[in-house]
């Protein structure tokens, strides 16, 4: 059963890159170099409605590109995942690792992260929510936020923990409701990941239309994978 | 703003080449931060501030952090030179 699914899953790959190769522009006579920068930068403050031209073209003109570079990502955090986690045959022998090799570092670094863990969090959340007006976004953002929740649990393990499975529930929904806002453009007639709503007020935090709410799913889920990934990376090895 | 550039390039060539050269791992990592942190500065100078915010975070605050596990996974988090870290296994 197993191998006719991955056969199934194969075939289904295989049909929908071939299809993907046929309708490229190079294979058809009218293949133009492109001139889309000019236009873009004359049109994105009417057609997308964000400050920030980088945004407009990442989430509104590139919204596909956006989604790969997550499945990339995705790819990357989830194969560190499975090779360095622990295997769960090995968890009787590393349970007793654990119990001398978490202590909190030095009181330099604890105080430390005391101090500036808020300060990231905000800094963090400010570039995500920020992203469609000042420079930054989902991806900046949610590298601040992994980085600040990996190294409070880095630096102090005994009070400081991070529940695996809330991060890929949070992981989980934030990719979702990113494809979810795209297929709702769809639904709507127009193009997949299409920028909905009305454009606000321009430079407004509440403008440019569902902008602000890819970049938060963006955010969210490259915080939470790199999260993962820093933990695993982090985790004790394997002793076999 | 072309000496600001310059004065960053020497920096960053600095900091490169003491990468390869110095003798202490964990001091090999900061100092690849540094090259990171001064092309964040170069990227802010051609106006790039998007590029330039992704390279602070993640030239120097992730892939730091990534470089200082490995360190700590291989067991190379000492204040020692490598020399001294590897002679000191020889002897175990």
Same mark, same amino acid.
């Given at each position: 059963?197993?191998?006719?699914?991955?056969?199934?899953?194969?075939?289904?790959?295989?049909?929908?890159?071939?299809?993907?190769?046929?309708?490229?522009?190079?294979?058809?006579?009218?293949?133009?170099?492109?001139?889309?920068?000019?236009?873009?930068?004359?049109?994105?403050?009417?057609?997308?409605?964000?400050?920030?031209?980088?945004?407009?073209?990442?989430?509104?003109?590139?919204?596909?590109?956006?989604?790969?570079?997550?499945?990339?990502?995705?790819?990357?955090?989830?194969?560190?995942?499975?090779?360095?986690?622990?295997?769960?045959?090995?968890?009787?022998?590393?349970?007793?690792?654990?119990?001398?090799?978490?202590?909190?570092?030095?009181?330099?670094?604890?105080?430390?992260?005391?101090?500036?863990?808020?300060?990231?969090?905000?800094?963090?959340?400010?570039?995500?929510?920020?992203?469609?007006?000042?420079?930054?976004?989902?991806?900046?953002?949610?590298?601040?936020?992994?980085?600040?929740?990996?190294?409070?649990?880095?630096?102090?393990?005994?009070?400081?923990?991070?529940?695996?499975?809330?991060?890929?529930?949070?992981?989980?929904?934030?990719?979702?409701?990113?494809?979810?806002?795209?297929?709702?453009?769809?639904?709507?007639?127009?193009?997949?990941?299409?920028?909905?709503?009305?454009?606000?007020?321009?430079?407004?935090?509440?403008?440019?239309?569902?902008?602000?709410?890819?970049?938060?799913?963006?955010?969210?889920?490259?915080?939470?994978?790199?999260?993962?990934?820093?933990?695993?990376?982090?985790?004790?090895?394997?002793?076999? | !703003?072309?000496?600001?550039?310059?004065?960053?390039?020497?920096?960053?060539?600095?900091?490169?080449?003491?990468?390869?050269?110095?003798?202490?791992?964990?001091?090999?990592?900061?100092?690849?931060?540094?090259?990171?942190?001064?092309?964040?500065?170069?990227?802010?100078?051609?106006?790039?501030?998007?590029?330039? !915010?992704?390279?602070?975070?993640?030239?120097?605050?992730?892939?730091?952090?990534?470089?200082?596990?490995?360190?700590?996974?291989?067991?190379?988090?000492?204040?020692?030179?490598?020399?001294?870290?590897?002679?000191?296994?020889?002897?175990?």
């Amino acid at each position: 059963m197993t191998k006719y699914s991955a056969l199934l899953f194969i075939s289904g790959l295989v049909f929908l890159l071939m299809v993907i190769t046929g309708l490229l522009p190079i294979f058809s006579d009218s293949h133009t170099p492109m001139l889309v920068g000019k236009a873009i930068l004359e049109g994105a403050k009417d057609q997308v409605g964000a400050a920030n031209v980088v945004t407009s073209v990442v989430l509104g003109y590139r919204g596909l590109d956006t989604l790969g570079e997550l499945s990339i990502l995705f790819a990357a955090a989830s194969v560190v995942g499975l090779v360095l986690t622990k295997s769960s045959f090995n968890k009787a022998a590393s349970a007793n690792n654990d119990k001398h090799d978490h202590h909190d570092s030095g009181f330099v670094a604890v105080n430390a992260i005391d101090l500036i863990f808020p300060l990231l969090l905000v800094v963090g959340m400010y570039i995500i929510t920020h992203g469609h007006l000042t420079p930054g976004g989902g991806f900046q953002g949610g590298v601040v936020l992994a980085v600040a929740f990996s190294m409070l649990v880095i630096v102090r393990p005994r009070r400081a923990s991070i529940n695996h499975g809330m991060v890929s529930i949070i992981e989980s929904f934030a990719g979702v409701s990113f494809i979810l806002i795209g297929v709702i453009a769809l639904f709507k007639g127009q193009s997949f990941l299409q920028p909905l709503l009305s454009h606000g007020e321009f430079g407004s935090l509440w403008s440019a239309g569902t902008l602000p709410l890819l970049y938060l799913a963006v955010g969210l889920k490259v915080g939470a994978e790199l999260a993962g990934l820093l933990l695993a990376l982090n985790s004790d090895e394997v002793v076999d | !703003m072309i000496w600001v550039v310059t004065v960053v390039v020497f920096i960053m060539l600095a900091a490169a080449l003491a990468v390869l050269f110095l003798p202490n791992m964990i001091a090999a990592v900061v100092a690849s931060a540094v090259v990171s942190l001064c092309l964040t500065v170069i990227f802010a100078v051609l106006k790039a501030p998007d590029v330039a !915010m992704t390279e602070a975070a993640i030239g120097a605050g992730l892939s730091s952090l990534i470089l200082a596990i490995g360190l700590k996974r291989l067991g190379y988090w000492k204040t020692d030179s490598i020399d001294k870290v590897k002679a000191g296994e020889r002897h175990d």
